[in-house]
């Protein structure tokens, strides 16, 4: 299964980055994930509970980072072990690219999985691999990017929305 | 005596009783005091390194008796395959271990490496959750063409993905070759024949004893051929001695090739059950079966048909890639040889023809006999040519056909694949097929489907198959490594009554039924007094199963040697009763008489008194009752048929609907016309199911992809045509004391070139120049080659 497409994200290219090397971030923005501990150059240990079709399932997996050319590209590859549920595993060639105060993130997923989800849920995992790079992204842009111009008065009123909106950002700025 | 019960007649399957009222006893149900459970930890990745396993945690759940990996078994055997094939320079075939659980590396996904053994199915499975495997993912060889070209071996210690290159026949290569060189025209087609999961209704489940008294074993298992699998437990796999063995295979719920075969499970409980000193059973789920069980078919082929001016067959010659999956499987290494070579000259006079098979190694799960095994692969080639070259030198397909067909004063007649076809009468058989399938009203029919909107097409195939594997002495030189006769015990009681203790092993056959029909014919006595006991070696003297439409042709012959034993021991009895000469009595109708006179006694008084032996002439004579005999036959049988169907395809979705199928057999002597009928609907209807639905999927990981009834399409009752089937045109086998061929494959040899014909004729009938659509003809596949057309 390959999936490429790209995003825009309302911060810079360093932000973008940084949030990308980030556990905190990273375990806010993978659907389902519980856990994810550890640091770009050790690799992370994540916990992600996923419901793929008929197959409902605990994986624990490891993700690390390589090819880093800060901060313009990185190869992110990862592997999650379902038990009986199978497995899924993957890479994402992410590439950044600075538009003005903006960063448009570039990404060329591939995945595959195994076993049971393979064998139950093979006709949906194109829709659902899809699904989920859709929600990551969502979930990054709300992390990561600064509010839309007009929600400005929102992020000066601090009120829970804002908490959910661009947190990373303002966390580092 | 009438025909309601002797050989010919329509009698209903007494054991359809207890199957309908859910009084079966299957493998499941047999439950015993202390009874444990198997489950297997089976690799999700199609080729791996086990790096390690620990299965300490594992050991130690709750309800955890024991936990085996591969290292347990390193010093057993291997389960072996059954025939040795040589490649065309003489080198054997390549033959990897097969172990009983995975070691050092696991080869298909659902190969087994560890196996729990706990109190109850849930605490197993979790156990088998707990169990630290640190496997290495390798690339996957998964298509033949790639396999056979890459040093990815599937086996690293054979150095090849290749198991062997056979040639068949090797001396006649070169002829073939001329004779296609200088033919007035040369049909060429590529085809796949599709990959099959059997599906038995009942998945595989083996449950293990052991009795630490006696140190004896017991086995009920889902298996065709229960003698076969403690033979080979015993002298290759575990080395228990066949005399501590006792194999049960019970009511066994369909098979269709995928339970001959011996499995690491089956040897996994017996070890189990042996260390924990408790009875381990394991079933199946259905994902298991999907990855596990024997998968059919799989064959890659190029076939070229070379004609003179005339349409006269000049020569066939084949080039196919047969997978074998990740290990050979007992029949593996028979299946696209000897039981496909060997019937490519087809119905036909053809001179020549060569074979070349390259047997294939991938990381996917083994293939071997399915419903016809060889023999529907070798019809579908040959009479898919023949329907493209009919149409390439413009002569109607049943012309051509006839115009080659081996005539009836040719008999026996020696094939070009090597065999000797000893009768049939393919003309009369394609006589009958024209006229109960009303063939000269195809086109009035034609033109109403044209007003719905529909193409119409006709399609016919005529078929031959070798049956009643077979004469152990012609086996034995084609590499088969076991004999293929088999046994039958006859045992009347004293009161009266027959047991029938047969090698062959009925699951779904109606063994019960058509064989005391046999004995009951032969005695002149009420059929419902003889019962078959079946599937248990301990109470048959020996079998070799159920398979390749053998068991009447081969069982059913035993059963008639020691019947005519019986007669002739009871005839001696008989004659001492009524003091005469056994050559002067006479049995008819049950009862013993002296020829010219009066004198008789009935058959329950002559068992009577071989039990109660009373004034007996014991030194002619010995009590009892009770005879054996082995039949090995003198040669295969050759059933042979010509089939038709119409199909309906909407040029607008795709969809074929085959609106006729009609099957004319020559099956020789039918015992039961009834269960004649029955398993060729069945067969039509796995043929139907494979030409039109059924699909196995590998993606280029190994993984499989059509693991379940959602993607894995099996026919349902309204994909298929109300069937005209016709067994009228039996030529009696010239060899074997019944006269029987076997019917058993027929409907699944006949029907998936028959349909892939007519779905062509009609796609051409519409205009659309297609020459060719794989199996399974989806809707998207025939619309798509419309597209492209």
């Known amino acids: 299964m390959n999936l490429s497409d790209s995003r825009e994200i309302n911060a810079d290219v360093a932000t973008v980055w940084a949030a990308l090397l980030d556990p905190e971030v990273l375990k806010a923005c993978v659907p389902g994930c519980k856990e994810m501990a550890g640091s770009a150059t050790e690799g992370y240990e994540a916990t992600v509970v996923q419901k793929v079709g008929p197959v409902k399932a605990t994986f624990k997996g490891a993700v690390h980072m390589s090819d880093m050319i800060e901060p313009l590209s990185m190869t992110i590859s990862g592997e999650g072990k379902g038990g009986a549920a199978g497995f899924a595993k993957g890479g994402a060639d992410v590439r950044l690219e600075a538009q003005g105060d903006i960063t448009v993130l570039h990404y060329d997923v591939e995945a595959k999985v195994g076993g049971k989800l393979a064998q139950l849920g093979s006709r949906i995992i194109d829709g659902f691999a899809k699904k989920m790079a859709d929600q990551f992204f969502n979930n990054f842009q709300d992390a990561v990017g600064a509010p839309e111009a007009d929600d400005e008065d929102t992020v000066a009123g601090g009120n829970d929305d804002t908490k959910k909106k661009g947190w990373f950002k303002r966390l580092v700025s | ?789």
């Open chain 2, 1 to 789: 005596m009438p025909k309601d019960g002797g050989i010919g007649a329509p009698t209903r399957r007494r054991e359809d009783v207890r199957f309908l009222t859910g009084t079966g006893q299957y493998s499941d149900d047999m439950n015993v005091y202390g009874q444990t459970v198997a489950v297997f930890a089976r690799s999700t990745v199609a080729n791996g390194v086990i790096k390690s396993i620990d299965t300490s945690a594992a050991a130690a759940m709750p309800g955890v008796l024991a936990v085996f990996t591969g290292e347990d078994f390193v010093d057993v055997g291997g389960n072996p395959a059954g025939w040795l094939i040589n490649s065309r320079d003489g080198e054997p075939m390549k033959e990897p271990k097969r172990p009983v659980l995975a070691h050092g590396k696991v080869r298909h996904v659902g190969d087994a490496y560890a196996a729990v053994i706990a109190e109850t199915t849930e605490q197993a499975k979790d156990a088998v959750e707990a169990i630290e495997v640190d496997i290495e993912e390798l690339p996957a060889v998964v298509n033949m063409k790639d396999a056979l070209s890459s040093t990815n071996y599937v086996h690293d210690e054979i150095g090849t993905n290749q198991c062997f290159d056979w040639g068949w026949i090797e001396d006649n290569r070169a002829a073939t070759d001329a004779a296609i060189k200088g033919a007035h025209h040369v049909t060429t087609l590529e085809l796949v024949n599709n990959r099959l999961v059997p599906n038995a209704m009942e998945p595989r489940c083996s449950m293990a004893q052991y009795n630490r008294a006696n140190d004896e074993y017991t086995l009920h298992t889902t298996s065709q051929n229960p003698h076969l699998t403690r033979l080979l437990i015993s002298a290759f796999v575990l080395g228990i001695p066949e005399n501590k063995l006792t194999v049960i295979a019970p009511d066994v719920g369909g098979g269709f090739g995928s339970k001959i075969y011996h499995y690491g499970e089956e040897a996994l409980v017996l070890a189990a059950a042996k260390k924990i000193g408790r009875p381990v059973k394991w079933t199946s789920d259905r994902t298991e079966a999907f990855l596990t069980d024997a998968h059919g078919r799989d064959h890659v082929t190029t076939i070229e048909l070379a004609l003179d001016a005339e349409g006269k067959f000049l020569a066939f010659r084949t080039e196919t890639m047969a997978n074998v999956g990740a290990y050979l499987s007992n029949f593996s290494t028979a299946t696209p040889t000897f039981l496909h070579g060997t019937l490519m000259a087809g119905n036909y006079t053809v001179p020549n023809v060569y074979v070349n098979v390259k047997a294939v190694f991938t990381n996917t799960a083994p293939v071997d006999a399915y419903r016809g095994a060889g023999r529907p692969e070798a019809t579908f080639s040959l009479e898919r040519v023949i329907d493209k070259a009919a149409r390439e030198i413009g002569m109607d397909p049943i012309e051509l056909r006839r115009k080659n067909f081996i005539k009836p004063d040719q008999y026996p007649f020696a094939s070009a694949a090597g065999l000797e076809y000893d009768s049939g009468n393919y003309d009369a058989l394609m006589d009958q097929m024209e006229k109960v399938a009303d063939v000269a009203g195809f086109e009035a029919r034609r033109k109403a489907s044209e007003k719905n909107g529909k193409l119409r097409g006709f399609g016919v195939n005529a078929y031959i198959e070798a049956c009643g594997i077979a004469p152990s002495n012609l086996v034995g030189v084609l590499g088969s490594r076991v004999g293929l006769y088999d046994a039958a015990t006859v045992r009347v009681n004293a009161t009266g009554n027959l047991s029938v203790m047969v090698g062959a092993h009925s699951h779904g056959q109606g063994h019960e039924t058509a064989f005391p029909q046999v004995v009951a014919e032969m005695l002149g006595i009420d059929p419902q007094s003889i019962d078959i006991v079946h599937g248990d070696t301990s109470k048959i003297p020996f079998g070799m199963g159920t398979y390749g439409s053998r068991s009447l042709a081969v069982c059913g012959s035993a059963v008639v040697r020691a019947t005519e034993k019986i007669i002739n021991k009871a005839k001696k009895i008989a004659a001492h009763m009524l003091e005469a000469s056994d050559g002067d009595i006479e049995l008819t109708d049950g009862v013993f008489s002296v020829a010219g006179t009066d004198k008789s006694v009935t058959f329950g008084e002559v068992a009577l008194k071989a039990y109660i032996p009373h004034e007996f002439p014991l030194e002619d004579i010995e009590p009892g009752l009770e005879e054996t005999a082995f039949y090995d036959p003198a040669n295969f049988t050759y059933p042979s048929g010509a089939y038709c169907c119409e199909v309906e395809v909407d040029p607008d979705t795709g969809k074929v609907s085959v609106e006729r199928m009609t099957a004319v057999d020559d099956f020789g002597n039918v015992i039961n016309p009834m269960i004649v009928t029955g398993q060729v609907h069945g067969g039509l209807g796995q043929g139907i199911g494979q030409a039109l639905l059924e699909n196995t999927t590998y993606d280029e990981n190994g993984q499989l992809l059509s693991a379940s009834y959602m993607d894995y399409v099996m026919p349902r009752a309204d994909d298929l045509p109300f069937y005209t089937v016709d067994h009228s045109q039996g030529n009696a086998c010239t060899h074997n004391p019944l006269g029987v061929k076997g019917c058993g494959e027929a409907g699944a040899i006949g029907s998936p070139p028959t349909v892939v014909n007519a779905v062509i004729d009609a796609l051409q009938s519409g205009g659309k120049n297609v020459t060719h659509i794989d199996m399974p003809m989806t809707p998207h596949r025939v619309w798509s080659a419309m597209q492209n057309a």
